[in-house]
């Protein structure tokens, strides 16, 4: 559905069962690549998620070094396991996307977690769209303008629901504000899992 241009909320794209393939698929990624402590530029502060990834590009943010893409697991050292083929399906279905992506961050919210407002700019490539999937507990998701003080709005992202910002939205300010508890029983522990595809590279 779309809500603006280049703005698309497909609601339910993934039923239970897929879901629950792509939390095994997820699993197994975590396996291997264990979540990590995000820590912010400068500050030093830690972001209230914890996040890791998997495709041939990770993004990850630390003190020293800030926000960037690089190859490998901070901690391991090792290549980030490969994107899961349900994840591929989806760019090529909803993206309209002539190249996969490369990056898949993963960040995991517990009941308490959230995200403050920002744009998504660390890519070289701007053009290619933004591939969210939501899973676990509803979030209440902000989305704003190309300018940090335009207006926003807000909306519920549930388990399964995906979410593109592509086109003259792909800039657009978005955030986490909070995660509603028990609104989905798909995470046995509670949170959230928000899966980000994203092209890097032209
Ligand atoms: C993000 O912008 O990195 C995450 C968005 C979300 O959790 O839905
Ligand atoms: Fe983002």
């Known amino acids: 559905m779309p ?12 039923d239970r069962s897929e879901q629950e393939a792509l939390l095994s698929d997820i699993r ?15 500050t030093g502060k830690q972001m209230s998620v914890r996040m890791t990834n998997c495709g041939n590009l990770g993004w990850l943010t630390d003190k ?6 690089q190859s490998t697991h901070p901690e391991t050292g090792r290549a980030w396991p490969p994107i899961p083929a349900p994840l ?11 190249q996969d992506p490369e ?16 744009q998504d700019r660390d890519e070289i490539n701007l053009g290619a769209p933004v591939v969210s999937v939501s899973l676990g507990n509803t979030c209440l998701f902000r989305i704003g303008g190309i300018n940090r003080n335009d207006r926003t709005r807000s909306i519920k992202l549930e388990s399964g629901d995906v979410f593109v910002l592509a086109g003259a939205s792909r800039l657009r300010f978005h955030g986490v504000d909070r995660i509603y508890p028990a609104t989905s029983t798909l995470l046995k522990n509670g949170g959230r899992i928000n899966l980000t595809l994203r092209r890097v590279n032209p």
């Open 64 to 69: 020293e070094r800030g926000y960037r893409y």
């Open 103 to 118: 990056a898949c961050l993963i960040n995991y919210y517990d009941d308490k977690a959230s995200m403050g407002l920002h």
């Open 28 to 42: 197994s990624v975590v396996s291997v690549a264990p979540l990590f402590v995000p820590v912010m530029p400068r």
């Open 88 to 98: 591929l399906d989806l760019w090529r279905d909803v993206s309209s996307y002539g």
């Open 3 to 14: 809500l603006d241009e280049g703005l698309l909320h497909f609601p339910a794209y993934f």
